[in-house]
């Protein structure tokens, strides 16, 4: 049995953490967080200690190691997009390996920066990428590999989560902190695309705003127009009517790719797969941090070239503009 600390226990991601502990087999010693609605942890693991303040949460860790000869084993971190170096850092100099959600970082340099500290204390950072555990993206991924050598594949990503004007008083509507809906909403579509279709050789942005980007991407097997928002109104009329908020589809040469289930057990098959030492580690998801980086700070170029249909849509005007 190993011991866990988590840090971000009241956030939407972190139940999935407590339960892929719990289903191994493994100990909660201790959970952070600065908001105390944490209610959830009597589900798993009533008995660990709780903290709202890092200080305190630093203390203890170290009593436990130091003093009460308790190892923490993992640090799995649930925090803010912009906290998650900090937090990695943390977690190796207390002797642990990391577990962080994703993004990894904001920046491709953070990387290199945590490798060296990787190197230092002999500790690994690994990356959830629950998507590349996924049934369905596993079997693409062997039919990509298994299909014609020279074959490159024409692919629309759309997502499309209706957001509300919370999210934009939230950390996640401050592109400094959150790196903006690519990154947010965004990084796994593009580690999954990486991860399938190669090395990118191509990356042009058509719009970024508050409450969408789009783009085009070409790898070494796909070209790929995508469309990202959070904004209700760019919803399908027929999602629309059935009530639905959520609209997500990725197609391949014109055909639906089928992956709206099996998203239950990904966290646990995850962390089952880190336990075993064959997690997705630090330099695994480079490829979609530069290009999140890059879309961030890229100059859009409007509806140009290879777009997603999406992109005429009527821009909006941000919620708290007058």
Aim: glycine share 8%.
């Amino acid at each position: 049995m190993k011991n866990f600390a988590l840090i971000g226990a009241s956030g939407y991601i972190a139940p999935r953490h407590m339960k892929a502990i719990k289903e191994t087999n493994n100990n909660l010693v201790a959970a952070l967080d600065k908001f105390d609605s944490v209610g959830i942890i009597d589900s798993y693991f009533p008995n660990a200690d709780f903290f709202t303040e890092f200080e305190r949460f630093d203390r203890h860790i170290s009593k436990l190691t130091h003093e009460q000869n308790i190892p923490l084993n993992y640090v799995s971190i649930c925090t803010p997009n912009y906290l998650h170096d900090a937090h990695i850092r943390f977690a190796l100099r207390q002797g642990a390996d990391a577990i962080c959600e994703k993004p990894l970082v904001l920046n491709p340099w953070n990387m290199d920066a945590l490798g060296k500290i990787e190197q230092e204390t002999g500790n690994k950072i690994y990356n959830i990428l629950q998507l590349r555990v996924h049934p369905s993206i596993i079997a693409l991924k062997q039919k990509i590999a298994n299909g014609p050598k020279d074959k490159i594949y024409n692919v629309d990503l759309t997502y499309l989560t209706s957001r509300g004007h919370w999210y934009y008083t939230s950390w996640k509507g401050d592109v400094s902190k959150s790196g903006g809906i690519a990154t947010n909403i965004g990084v796994h579509f593009f580690d999954m695309l990486s991860w399938i279709f190669g090395d990118l050789k191509q990356n042009i942005v058509h719009i970024n705003t508050h409450d969408r980007s789009a783009g085009y991407l070409e790898f070494e097997k796909a070209r790929v127009r995508w469309f990202l928002a959070i904004n209700y109104d760019v919803l399908p009329d027929e999602i629309k009517a059935k009530g639905q908020r959520t609209y997500r589809s990725i197609t391949i040469e014109g055909e639906e790719l089928e992956f709206s289930g099996g998203f239950t057990n990904l966290h646990t098959t995850s962390y089952q797969e880190i336990l075993k030492g064959n997690g997705y580690g630090l330099e695994a998801p480079r490829q979609a941090i530069e290009i999140v980086h890059a879309i961030r700070h890229a100059k859009p170029i409007g509806a140009k070239g290879e777009y997603h249909p999406f992109v005429k849509k009527p821009l909006a005007k941000h919620p708290f503009e007058k």
